[in-house]
């Protein structure tokens, strides 16, 4: 980025997940040389960390922690794995307070085994948010459920739409659940326009993340997301969208993508910087982004 070209990175954040090949040290040092103020982090590299180690770390570098994730897996129908899962998404919330986030990213979880019954698998999700809700708002933290693109429903995630996030939500307190907006998961829904601007009314965009979506999609579709302008979605007019929906948090771009982690990790936050650059570029001048490889390079 040239001085006479500046890059306002005031919401961007860089998701751990992007660059897993980075130690927290490292990509905290990343972050700080590239001007990115925020990253999101996971729960598993942290706890190897250390929480309150991480929780220093990230503080004493200027960094803000946007989100953590992740909690949820609560569609289990036995008791006791349910109660244990509840108990873990305690821990995840004591966590997130501790590392000074205010979001925790839920990941619904599948069906169990041998069920065919979303609707209950849902409904079951709804138990622990009323459950977990008032425990993560007195310490701070919301939950913010994340659809996922419908063909994780049977294993990972039965909430597959925007709209089926939001109606889960809005059984409770905006300043408990809220949504995350991904457009890897969502930019393909013509009904999701409709349920981010209902959740944007109610408060409820507690996440904005981005990662494209490339065709073809790469063996093992959970490590397929395109580097930015790599791919087929409409970075900025989702970006629009979430904007026009009233929401003025962090922007993370949360990648999982084999190419990438292969690589230099510092280069890797130095090259979505410039993506992330060029997408609002593009956008602000009426243009798009083309001719970039699933990398986005």
């Given at each position: 980025?040239?001085?006479?070209?500046?890059?306002?990175?005031?919401?961007?954040?860089?998701?751990?997940?992007?660059?897993?090949?980075?130690?927290?040290?490292?990509?905290?040092d990343?972050?700080?040389?590239?001007?990115?103020?925020?990253?999101?982090?996971?729960?598993?590299?942290v706890?190897?960390?250390?929480?309150?180690?991480?929780?220093?770390?990230?503080?004493?570098?200027?960094?803000?922690?946007?989100?953590?994730?992740?909690?949820?897996?609560?569609?289990?129908?036995?008791?006791?794995?349910?109660?244990?899962?509840?108990?873990?998404?305690r821990a995840?919330?004591?966590?997130?307070?501790?590392?000074?986030?205010?979001?925790?990213?839920l990941?619904?979880?599948?069906?169990?085994?041998g069920?065919?019954?979303?609707?209950?698998?849902r409904?079951?999700?709804?138990?622990?948010?009323?459950?977990?809700?008032?425990?993560?708002?007195a310490?701070?933290?919301?939950?913010?459920?994340?659809?996922?693109?419908?063909?994780?429903?049977?294993?990972?995630?039965?909430?597959?739409?925007?709209?089926?996030?939001?109606?889960?939500?809005?059984?409770?307190p905006?300043?408990?659940?809220?949504?995350?907006?991904?457009?890897?998961?969502?930019?393909?829904?013509d009904?999701?326009?409709?349920?981010?601007?209902?959740?944007?009314?109610?408060?409820?965009?507690?996440?904005?993340q981005?990662?494209?979506?490339?065709t073809p999609?790469?063996?093992?579709?959970?490590?397929?997301?395109?580097?930015?302008?790599?791919?087929?979605?409409?970075?900025?007019?989702?970006?629009?969208?979430?904007?026009?929906?009233?929401?003025?948090?962090?922007?993370?771009?949360?990648?999982?993508?084999?190419?990438?982690?292969g690589?230099?990790?510092?280069q890797v936050?130095?090259?979505?910087?410039?993506?992330?650059?060029?997408?609002?570029?593009?956008?602000?001048?009426?243009g798009?982004?083309?001719?970039?490889?699933?990398?986005?390079r």
């Amino acid at each position: 980025m040239s001085p006479r070209d500046p890059l306002d990175l005031s919401r961007l954040s860089i998701n751990q997940m992007t660059v897993k090949q980075l130690s927290l040290p490292e990509l905290v040092d990343a972050c700080v040389e590239s001007g990115v103020p925020g990253v999101g982090l996971w729960r598993e590299p942290v706890r190897a960390y250390g929480v309150e180690a991480a929780a220093r770390l990230v503080r004493d570098a200027g960094l803000s922690v946007t989100t953590l994730c992740r909690g949820g897996f609560f569609t289990m129908s036995e008791p006791h794995a349910r109660v244990r899962a509840l108990d873990d998404n305690r821990a995840a919330i004591d966590e997130a307070a501790a590392l000074g986030t205010d979001t925790l990213v839920l990941v619904s979880g599948g069906l169990p085994e041998g069920s065919r019954d979303l609707a209950g698998a849902r409904e079951r999700v709804a138990d622990a948010l009323a459950e977990l809700g008032p425990y993560a708002r007195a310490r701070g933290v919301r939950l913010a459920i994340e659809p996922l693109h419908p063909m994780y429903a049977s294993d990972r995630c039965v909430v597959s739409t925007l709209g089926q996030a939001v109606d889960l939500a809005e059984r409770f307190p905006a300043e408990e659940v809220g949504v995350v907006v991904d457009t890897y998961h969502v930019w393909w829904d013509d009904l999701a326009p409709a349920a981010l601007a209902r959740a944007g009314a109610g408060g409820r965009i507690h996440s904005f993340q981005l990662a494209d979506w490339i065709t073809p999609l790469p063996a093992g579709a959970l490590t397929g997301r395109g580097q930015l302008g790599g791919g087929v979605i409409d970075l900025w007019g989702w970006y629009e969208r979430v904007a026009a929906a009233g929401y003025p948090g962090p922007v993370e771009v949360e990648l999982f993508n084999e190419e990438l982690w292969g690589r230099e990790g510092a280069q890797v936050v130095r090259e979505t910087v410039e993506r992330f650059g060029a997408v609002m570029r593009a956008g602000t001048a009426g243009g798009a982004l083309a001719g970039q490889d699933p990398a986005g390079r």
